[in-house]
C-alpha cells in the first residue's frame, strides 16, 4: 500500500483496512463522511472572524452550555454529510435535543454520537478546539429510535477526534 517516499491518503487507508471484511462494510463511508465534514468546518473555523460568524446564538444546549454559533454550523454539516454517507441509521449530537433518525432503510447501518465542536467557547482566544465522534453498529433487524443511541463503550466500533486551528 505505501511506498517508501510516499503518503497514504486517508481513503487508501481506508479502503485496504477493511476490504473483504463485512462485518464493517459501510464504516469507510463514515470515517470519509466525517472527513469531509471535518475539512468544511475547519474552513469555517479558519474564516470565523472574516465571515462574522464568532459569537453565540443565544441559545443552551442539552448540556447547559450556552451554544456558540460555530456549534450549530458544525452540526449541521456534519449532520448533513453523515446524512448523506448512506450508512448511518442514527445521529446524536451535543446541540440537538433529540436524535437524528435518518430515513431509509439502511442495511449495515452506524449509529454515531457526537461533539460537533468540543471548546468552541474558547475560539475567540485561538486555542484548539475539535470535533469528537463515537461510532457504533446497529443490531441487525434493528428498528432504530431514541433508545437506539444507548450503547455500552465496549460495542464501539470506531471513535475519532478531529483537532482544528484558527490559522
Not at 30 to 54: E, F, K, P, T
Not at 122 to 137: H, K, P, T, Y
Request: with cysteine; proline share 2%.
Amino acid at each position: 500500500m505505501t511506498v517508501a517516499g510516499q503518503r497514504t491518503t486517508l481513503q487508501e487507508f481506508v479502503n485496504s483496512s477493511w476490504q473483504g471484511k463485512s462485518q464493517h462494510q459501510g464504516l469507510g463511508p463514515v470515517i470519509m463522511a466525517i472527513a469531509d465534514g471535518s475539512a468544511r468546518v475547519q474552513a469555517q473555523v479558519q474564516q470565523a472572524s472574516l465571515a462574522d460568524a464568532l459569537g453565540t446564538t443565544g441559545e443552551t444546549n442539552v448540556q447547559g452550555e450556552i451554544v456558540q454559533r460555530l456549534d450549530t454550523a458544525s452540526s449541521d454539516i456534519f449532520v448533513e454529510t453523515l446524512s448523506n454517507s448512506g450508512h448511518v441509521a442514527a445521529i446524536g449530537c451535543e446541540e440537538i435535543e433529540n436524535p437524528v433518525i435518518v430515513e431509509g432503510e439502511v442495511a449495515d447501518g452506524y449509529i454515531v454520537l457526537m461533539d460537533p465542536l468540543d471548546g468552541s467557547s474558547n475560539i475567540d482566544v485561538a486555542v484548539s478546539i475539535g470535533s469528537i465522534f463515537g461510532i457504533w453498529q446497529r443490531d441487525s433487524g434493528e428498528t432504530v429510535n431514541d433508545a437506539s443511541l444507548l450503547r455500552p463503550g465496549n460495542q464501539q466500533v470506531a471513535a475519532a477526534y478531529v483537532v482544528y486551528g484558527s490559522s
